[in-house]
Nanobody
Framework: QVQLVESGGGVVQAGGSLRLSCAVS????????IGWYRQAPGKQRELVAR??????NYGDSVKGRFAISRDNAGNRMYLQMNSLKPEDTAVYYC?????????WGQGTQVTVSS
């Protein structure tokens, strides 16, 4: 019943910016973690950004360029992506952890052209 829906993906030129959003709906009781992950063809899924109760973490390849945030109600999260590079091309997924369970969106494609 919990649903996560990403939006904001698309094609952008290298050096440009893009903002992804993730809408969360359903029976949410207590989110302890939110995050963004990505997966490129032939590669493992990797951490992009994550917010927990104690810290915010970024993947090494995006640190200093991307920023994760959430709205006051906690029902929407964002990923601001700046200075995009072709190697950022991937399917981006949002994830929440609620009562110890992980819930994933279906992903949104981001393509960075050179």
């Amino acid at each position: 019943q919990v649903q996560l829906v990403e939006s904001g993906g698309g094609v952008v030129q290298a050096g440009g910016s893009l903002r992804l959003s993730c809408a969360v709906s359903g029976r949410i009781f207590g989110i302890t973690n939110i995050g963004w992950y990505r997966q490129a063809p032939g590669k493992q899924r990797e951490l992009v950004a994550r917010i927990s109760s104690s810290s915010t973490n970024y993947g090494d390849s995006v640190k200093g360029r991307f920023a994760i945030s959430r709205d006051n109600a906690g029902n929407r999260m964002y990923l601001q992506m700046n200075s995009l590079k072709p190697e950022d091309t991937a399917v981006y997924y949002c994830k929440i952890t609620d009562l110890g369970l992980d819930f994933w969106g279906q992903g949104t494609q981001v393509t960075v052209s050179s």
